[in-house]
């Protein structure tokens, strides 16, 4: 699997980032999720100045960056963004923003659900103790609402996986069937560091709600378990509806078959 890292940045509604210490972050980390959760600070290195904390062996820096965030770290983001109407208006008017990050090199399955789930249990955190706007997730250009994320991360200590903070969908306009019909194609961005591979569906006239709802049902199966699916394999809902795996290259390709979708 490709070396992967986790970076995240909350941005801030103004600079005020005072309680905002190893020490707090520590101390609110181990309250909002338990204290089943090993955690040292560690001084900074000349790899990571800041806030340096190991969590159960992982590695994370916290720098705090009293100057809004760049465009280019968002714009992405927020062209992908369809959940939340606001958002533009919401980043333009950051002030500052805190960079969340791993530093260990995340090679396999385990080490990247333990590492994403550290890195979000300390934005949340972050959260706490400022006057947070949003989150933005680089590996998965994605843009969360701030108290979304929150309560996504809250539901993450119950093991469930906060996947639409992970990642991200493009929607594109697939080529027309043989009668002119048009079509979707859509493939995310954020499942790679889990599963070693992005999903893509193939173009199909199925509406895209329908497309969203089995690709991000794929993602959350594939970054709950890893590389698990093999070429051949059939995912569906119900009985009538086969949707066929194919492993290509850096790519889990979805095709829906059998249907008159492709003619």
Not at 4 to 27: G, K, N, P, S
Not at 86 to 102: F, L, P, S, W, Y
């Amino acid at each position: 699997m490709t070396e992967h890292r986790f970076i995240a940045y909350v941005t801030l509604a103004d600079t005020d980032m005072c309680r905002v210490t190893a020490q707090t972050i520590v101390e609110r980390v181990k309250t909002r999720f338990g204290g089943k959760i090993s955690m040292d600070i560690k001084p900074p290195t000349s790899q990571a100045g800041g806030i340096l904390i190991d969590i159960d062996g992982v590695l994370i820096t916290v720098m705090l960056i009293d100057k809004p965030l760049p465009p280019d770290a968002t714009e992405r983001a927020l062209q992908l963004d369809r959940v939340w109407p606001d958002a533009r208006e919401t980043i333009a008017r950051n002030k500052a923003h805190v960079i969340i990050a791993t530093l260990n090199p995340i090679t396999n399955h385990g080490q990247a659900l333990n590492s994403a789930a550290y890195v979000s249990f300390v934005a949340a955190s972050v959260m706490d103790m400022t006057n947070a706007t949003s989150l933005v997730w680089e590996a998965g250009d994605a843009i969360t609402k701030a108290e979304t994320f929150q309560q996504a991360t809250d539901a993450l200590a119950e093991k469930q996986l906060p996947v639409l903070s992970w990642m991200s969908l493009a929607i594109g306009q697939g080529p027309p069937t043989a009668t002119g019909a048009p079509t979707v194609i859509m493939r995310t961005r954020g499942v790679a560091p889990f599963a070693g591979r992005e999903i893509e569906f193939a173009p199909s006239t199925w509406p895209p709600a329908q497309m969203a709802d089995r690709v991000i049902g794929t993602a959350l199966y594939l970054m709950q378990r890893g590389p698990v699916v093999k070429d051949g394999d059939t995912l569906g809902n119900t009985s009538s509806e086969r949707i066929t795996v194919h492993l290509e290259g850096e790519t889990v390709r979805l095709q829906l078959e059998g249907v008159s979708q492709w003619v």
